[in-house]
Structures are given as C-alpha cells and as structure tokens.
C-alpha cells in the first residue's frame, strides 16, 4: 500500500459534521432548497417500522459503470406557516403515514419520472398528537407544542433535504473510483453524467405507548440513470430511539435535538455506504484493552483510562469465507487502514483517519467523562490503491431486543443513555483522580 498519512483532528461546535470549506461546496448548497413547514392532517395508525430483510447492495456492474455521479436532492416548494390545531389533544396513535405525509410533499418532475419530495423539515408538527390522559397527556401536549415552536423557530435544521444531500455528497466526494458533484435537481447536467443519486428525508412517524415515545425517521437514496431515467438502485434506510416523553422534552428539547443531529449523520453514511462506498468483506472487528485502556471488570467492551490521551485499540481479522460459503477475495493486511471516532453525548468529539496499525493513542486531552467510539476498515485496492472502499463501524453483537435490524436501519433503546447511533459502540471511561497537593 502506498504511504498515506494519519491525520486526526478534534470536533467543536454542535453539530456532529464539519462542513466543508471548499467554495464548490458552499456554491453547491446555496442551490439547495429551504423550507419551513406546514402541519399536516393526523391520521388513524402508525405504520410497523421496518423489518429486518437481507442487505442488497448496488452491484458492482452498476458501481463501475458510474464514472461521473451527481448528488441531488429535488427543490420543494416553500410553506410559510404554520397551520392546524395542535393546541388541542386528539384521539389515537400518533402517527405518520400516507395522508400526512402526503400533505407535506410537492410532486416535482426529475427525468422522465414523478419524485415525490417531502417538504422540510418534513412533516413533523402533524404528525405529533395524542389522547392520552392524567400527566401522560399533559407531557403529550408539551411535547408536541415544544416541538412545533422549536421546528418553525429554528434558524437551522439538520433534518431538511438540502443538508442530507450536503451530506451524501461529502461521504461520497474524495473517493477516486467517481466523480461525485452536488446540484439542484433545477440545474442542467452536464452532459457527461452517467448517474444521478437523489436522497431525501421519507418519512417521520412518533409511536406513544404510556409515557414512552419512540421517533422513526426515514430517508431513501434513487441512483437513476442520466441518459433514461432508468432506477438502477433504490434504498430506504431508518432510524429509530425511544425515551420518555420528561426526557425528550426536558432541557429546551436537548434530547430532540441531539436526535435530528445523530440521524441526519447515521441516514447520510448509511445512504452513501450502501450506494458507493461500503465493502463486504468478511471480516470480524473487536475492541481490546491496551496498557492505557484497560478492560472494565464487569461492563462488556468499557474501557476505562486514568489518562486523557489513552491508546485504543482493537483486532481485525479477515475470514477466508462470505457468508454464502464461497471463498472470500484475498486482501492483503497492508491495504488495510482504520478510521476511529469518538463521540460524546452530543457530538464527534475526536477523529482520526487512515491508522495503519490496529491501535491509536488519541492525540489530544479528553475531559474525563465517558465517551463511545469505534473504527471502521478502509480498504485499498487496484493497482494503484485506486478502489477505496469502506468496512462498518464496529460494534456490539445485536441483542435479542434487535439493537439492530439486519441493514435496514438502527434501533435505539435509550436515548437519554446514548444515542441509537453510538449505543453500541465500545465505551470509554476517563477517569481522573484526585490530585496530590
């Protein structure tokens, strides 16, 4: 493998994605659409979430015969109000299905085909009600007010379709096997596109049993061919957390927030992954101790650290078989390197990027508390290194409860604990002692 660089570096601010600084960039989102919403009708029941199916990924045929892509989302009309009466409590399920979603979406025509495209920052106020009773409806209710007011308030929204293609575009863009560019779907393209991928927010639903609430989010990726508008690959992905309706709501939406910003950066990989980036190699990944992270006794995969700078690290072994049984493709162990993330309760706090061994002292002071982190494989091959390709994040082994759902999506238990999207990732503890006058 040819010599690559380690480069890390910390995380400030709120949102979990730096952005870009490159004018291309910044030029590109200028043309993505903006909106505020319009509260839609309730409807009677909540669609089940997604089940678990088997993962079919975009093929390599398609992958190869997509040299020059172009990320867009489609352009949505502007709602400037916000209408309905979402000051009184309903009967029934909270819920958002067809007749709601519908009501927030303009239909706008891509190619030869219909898009249907939800209106950011989707639909969310209608689809938040309920006729619960005693201190259940009353949290119901400041729930779904707080949430209206924060939405329609907000000067910035990580849930809006302009952002999750800004993205897309960004996991994607760098990766030498295509040329990925960022549009308005209202732009001319060039005439040398080979593919365009739209992405999108799909659908939010809200389910309330008692005092617990769960939120669903969805987003869905279409790769149309430029030359027919043929669908060569579609893929719809979800992302789900539960708590109680005292947790989502208490300190000013904290926990809302800190939802809207892990699935926008969980939909946006998994979109990008599944369609251009994602490796399935067969492989095991596990978190292990090291001198300065030592195993927690009695807490699987915690690590616990008396220094702010420890050393992670973890194994990786490759299998000679795919899970069909067929012998898996030979890769060499130094065309391998590691990503490794570690976040906080809100945010990535500290990454760093093309690790060539399995271990990695952290290259700055973490405040001591506790954090959770994980590394995915990189994998270089062709010739030249020139076929980049990526691992998943390790992660715990599934429980029985579904920690996740095959690769449909990602199931949180507890989201006051940890986000769904770092629930499962190692946890490391840095523990500061008292020091000695």
């Given at each position: 493998?040819?010599?690559?660089?380690?480069?890390?570096?910390?995380?400030?601010?709120?949102?979990?994605?730096?952005?870009?600084?490159?004018?291309?960039?910044?030029?590109?989102?200028?043309?993505?659409?903006?909106?505020?919403?319009?509260?839609?009708?309730?409807v009677d029941e909540l669609d089940p979430p997604l089940s678990p199916q088997a993962y079919e990924p975009m093929s390599d045929e398609v992958r190869e015969a997509i040299g020059n892509l172009v990320v867009a989302t489609t352009d949505a009309a502007t709602n400037e109000a916000i209408t309905g009466t979402?000051?009184?409590?309903?009967?029934?399920?909270?819920?958002?299905?067809?007749?709601?979603?519908?009501?927030?979406?303009?239909?706008?025509?891509?190619?030869?085909?219909?898009?249907?495209?939800?209106?950011?920052?989707?639909?969310?106020?209608?689809m938040v009600y309920g006729g619960l009773s005693g201190a259940a409806k009353k949290d119901m209710q400041e729930f779904r007010d707080a949430l209206v007011e924060d939405?329609?308030?907000?000067?910035?929204?990580?849930?809006?379709?302009?952002?999750?293609?800004?993205?897309?575009?960004?996991?994607?863009?760098?990766?030498?096997?295509?040329?990925?560019?960022?549009?308005?779907?209202?732009n001319d393209l060039p005439e040398e596109?080979?593919?365009?991928?739209?992405?999108?927010?799909?659908?939010?639903?809200?389910?309330?049993?008692?005092?617990?609430?769960?939120?669903?989010?969805?987003?869905?990726?279409?790769?149309?061919?430029?030359?027919?508008?043929?669908?060569?690959?579609?893929?719809?992905?979800?992302?789900?957390?539960?708590?109680?309706?005292?947790?989502?709501?208490?300190?000013?939406l904290a926990l809302w927030h800190d939802f809207g910003n892990?699935?926008?950066?969980?939909?946006?990989?998994?979109?990008?992954?599944?369609t251009f980036y994602r490796a399935l190699v067969p492989s095991s990944i596990e978190p292990r101790a090291s001198a300065s992270a030592k195993a927690d006794k009695k807490i699987e995969h915690r690590y616990v650290s008396k220094t702010q700078s420890p050393e992670l690290a973890w194994e990786h072994v490759l299998l000679d078989r795919n899970p069909d049984g067929t012998p898996a493709d030979p890769i060499d162990a130094g065309d391998i390197a590691y990503d490794l993330e570690i976040y906080d309760a809100h945010r990535l706090v500290y990454a760093s990027r093309q690790i060539p061994a399995q271990s990695h002292v952290v290259g700055i002071e973490l405040p001591c508390q506790t954090y959770r982190w994980s590394v995915r494989p990189t994998y270089y091959r062709g010739d030249s290194g020139d076929d980049v390709t990526y691992g998943d994040w390790m992660r715990r082994a599934p429980d029985e409860a579904g920690a996740l759902k095959g690769r449909n999506g990602l199931i949180g238990r507890n989201a006051s604990i940890a986000p769904a999207y770092t629930q499962d990732f190692a946890e490391l503890d840095i523990r500061c002692g008292k020091k000695k006058r």
């Amino acid at each position: 493998m040819a010599h690559r660089s380690v480069y890390s570096y910390a995380m400030h601010g709120s949102r979990i994605q730096a952005r870009s600084a490159l004018p291309l960039r910044l030029a590109a989102a200028a043309l993505l659409c903006s909106a505020t919403v319009v509260l839609a009708l309730p409807v009677d029941e909540l669609d089940p979430p997604l089940s678990p199916q088997a993962y079919e990924p975009m093929s390599d045929e398609v992958r190869e015969a997509i040299g020059n892509l172009v990320v867009a989302t489609t352009d949505a009309a502007t709602n400037e109000a916000i209408t309905g009466t979402y000051d009184e409590a309903q009967a029934g399920l909270v819920a958002g299905a067809d007749e709601g979603r519908n009501m927030g979406t303009v239909t706008t025509e891509v190619g030869p085909v219909n898009v249907r495209v939800p209106i950011p920052i989707l639909q969310l106020p209608g689809m938040v009600y309920g006729g619960l009773s005693g201190a259940a409806k009353k949290d119901m209710q400041e729930f779904r007010d707080a949430l209206v007011e924060d939405i329609a308030n907000a000067d910035s929204q990580p849930l809006e379709n302009g952002s999750l293609a800004l993205d897309v575009h960004r996991h994607i863009w760098g990766l030498p096997q295509v040329d990925a560019r960022l549009f308005a779907a209202t732009n001319d393209l060039p005439e040398e596109t080979d593919a365009v991928l739209y992405v999108g927010f799909e659908d939010f639903k809200m389910d309330v049993q008692k005092t617990q609430a769960t939120l669903i989010l969805t987003a869905k990726a279409v790769i149309q061919r430029h030359s027919d508008g043929m669908t060569l690959y579609s893929r719809v992905i979800e992302y789900q957390d539960t708590d109680t309706l005292k947790n989502w709501t208490a300190n000013d939406l904290a926990l809302w927030h800190d939802f809207g910003n892990f699935a926008a950066h969980y939909l946006a990989r998994e979109l990008a992954g599944e369609t251009f980036y994602r490796a399935l190699v067969p492989s095991s990944i596990e978190p292990r101790a090291s001198a300065s992270a030592k195993a927690d006794k009695k807490i699987e995969h915690r690590y616990v650290s008396k220094t702010q700078s420890p050393e992670l690290a973890w194994e990786h072994v490759l299998l000679d078989r795919n899970p069909d049984g067929t012998p898996a493709d030979p890769i060499d162990a130094g065309d391998i390197a590691y990503d490794l993330e570690i976040y906080d309760a809100h945010r990535l706090v500290y990454a760093s990027r093309q690790i060539p061994a399995q271990s990695h002292v952290v290259g700055i002071e973490l405040p001591c508390q506790t954090y959770r982190w994980s590394v995915r494989p990189t994998y270089y091959r062709g010739d030249s290194g020139d076929d980049v390709t990526y691992g998943d994040w390790m992660r715990r082994a599934p429980d029985e409860a579904g920690a996740l759902k095959g690769r449909n999506g990602l199931i949180g238990r507890n989201a006051s604990i940890a986000p769904a999207y770092t629930q499962d990732f190692a946890e490391l503890d840095i523990r500061c002692g008292k020091k000695k006058r």
